[in-house]
């Protein structure tokens, strides 16, 4: 036969629940009020802080670069030289530079040159012939500055 009498379990006596809280007036109270707002005030630096990186980024981002470049045309001369032709819109009182590389069928870049674009007019056409190591297949703008 199984047993079937109930598994009760005396109840804690006072001096048992005593021994599981710490003794009254030794570590101090905790003020709770203290507490939530010391956790509301790190919460709102924190969501702040978070806000002024956002609005940083985003005004970086929209101010951009005041010159861009684009490449127009490219042709493959020779194994060894790209012409390379560049639309490149800037401040008419600011000079810029912008590099162009070219690379080969395999994606490695066989040449390389920045290009200085002087003062003077904001929109410029600028041809580059950039000399190779080896047979490029691309005429591309790494970027404008």
Request: proline residues 5%; glycine residues 10%; contains cysteine.
């Amino acid at each position: 036969m199984a047993d079937t009498t109930p598994d009760v379990r005396p109840a804690e006596s006072a001096a048992e629940q005593l021994a599981a809280q710490p003794p009254v007036g030794r570590y101090g109270r905790r003020d709770e009020k203290k507490a939530r707002v010391r956790g509301k005030r790190v919460y709102y630096v924190t969501v702040g802080l978070a806000l002024a990186l956002v609005a940083a980024i985003g005004y970086k981002y929209v101010s951009g670069n005041p010159v861009n470049g684009e490449v127009q045309t490219f042709q493959v001369i020779s194994d060894h030289e790209v012409r390379i032709t560049l639309e490149v819109s800037k401040p008419g009182d600011q000079a810029a530079s912008c590099t162009v590389r070219s690379r080969d069928a395999n994606g490695d870049e066989v040449g390389r040159v920045s290009v200085a674009i002087p003062k003077g007019t904001s929109d410029t056409q600028t041809t580059v012939l950039l000399r190779t190591t080896s047979r490029g297949t691309t005429g591309e703008l790494v970027g404008c500055s």
